[in-house]
């Protein structure tokens, strides 16, 4: 039997790894043939372009791993059956189940390789990329916002007109205070900027109201030392929360549920969506390991193209349910968790369908 396996785990992972490197280099091709109008006219040297063509290739790798996956199982088990080799298999008392288990197990380790790797090595490459094209083509990168509101746990309500990542400053900031539900301080100024972890408010008129009493005072620089917000807060609307490490990403969505609801709902729904990206490895192997094989006719054929099917169906659930969830028509962890379920349950009546044709 660990003949076997190993001859089915290795005949896999030999087209997979092709395939992988073959798509991800044409993507990357793809993308520094888009790039030629800035090589021709000389706006960007050769080689950094190259670089950032050499950058987008782990982003790649990832894109392409599960239809590489999905295609190598597929094959191999179509050459099985198409070559006679399944026939040997089963004649010897090895069930269809015992084939399809070292499949599995290799699609979990593939996966579990791929979460790792995305969060130690791909995501810290992906930022570079993205850093290194606001650089050289003058890509949209900023995370100046206008006209936020946001919320924290110590009672603060804070609204500015714009913040302006260059210098984390915000312009035209109110901050209203509560406590137990009533209003007890309210400040105005005309910006504030961030320093020693707190918000310092300039020219800042600071209204404290205590039962019916109204105080009035101005200050050059007042703090807001109990607001917890910080900066990345502000520029929410833009900050790319896919690429951000495991802790980092947990920390922002906890703080970004609590001043901005709908904000938080497409964030965590994209996040979760990223992280959870590798599983599309593991579902399509699962499934390829357990279409049936039967025809002999055409086999290979009609196997691409039920995996092709398969794979059309998994990625237009994910985005179908990734767009509900951007809704908030449910929770953003069911983005994650449909898709796989649509995706087996499709391919288990195609199949039944197709065992009785």
């Not at 190259?50 to 190598?72: C, E």
């Amino acid at each position: 039997m660990k003949i076997i396996d190993r001859y089915i785990i290795f005949s896999i992972l030999k087209v997979a790894i092709v395939a992988i490197f073959v798509f991800a280099f044409i993507l990357a091709a793809v993308e520094l043939f888009g790039r030629m109008d800035s090589i021709i006219n000389g706006v960007v040297p050769v080689s950094s372009i190259i670089k950032y063509a050499i950058l987008s290739i782990p982003q790649y790798l990832m894109m392409v791993s599960s239809l590489a996956f999905l295609f190598s199982t597929t094959y191999f088990l179509s050459m099985l059956s198409a070559n006679n080799e399944m026939i040997a298999i089963l004649n010897a008392g090895i069930g269809r189940a015992r084939i399809a288990l070292p499949v599995i197990l290799l699609s979990i380790f593939m996966t579990f390789i791929s979460v790792v790797a995305k969060e130690v090595v791909i995501n810290p490459l992906i930022s570079m990329h993205d850093i290194m094209g606001q650089e050289l083509f003058g890509l949209s990168g900023s995370n100046d916002v206008r006209n936020i509101v946001l919320r924290d746990e110590n009672g603060y309500v804070v609204y500015t007109r714009r913040y302006i990542e260059s210098s984390s400053t915000i312009l035209s900031p109110v901050s209203v205070r509560t406590e137990e539900g009533r209003i007890v301080e309210r400040v105005e100024g005309e910006s504030a900027f961030w320093m020693d972890n707190q918000w310092v408010v300039e020219k800042a008129k600071v209204f404290e109201i205590n039962d019916d009493e109204v105080k009035t005072e101005y200050y050059d620089q007042y703090p807001l030392g109990d607001f917890s917000m910080g900066p990345e807060f502000f520029q929410s609307a833009n900050l790319n929360v896919e690429t951000m490490s495991l802790s980092s990403a947990i920390d922002y969505l906890k703080r970004l549920k609590l001043s901005s609801p709908v904000a938080w709902q497409e964030k965590c729904t994209d996040y979760l969506r990223s992280l959870f990206s590798p599983v599309a490895i593991f579902v399509l192997m699962t499934v390829a390991a357990t279409m049936g094989y039967g025809k002999r006719k055409n086999v290979l054929l009609f196997s691409i193209i039920q995996c092709l099917c398969i794979a059309v169906v998994y990625y237009v659930s994910d985005m179908v349910f990734s767009i509900a969830s951007h809704q908030g028509t449910f929770h953003p962890s069911l983005s994650v968790i449909l898709p796989p379920i649509v995706t087996i349950a499709i391919n288990f009546i195609i199949d039944r369908i197709g065992r009785l044709l």
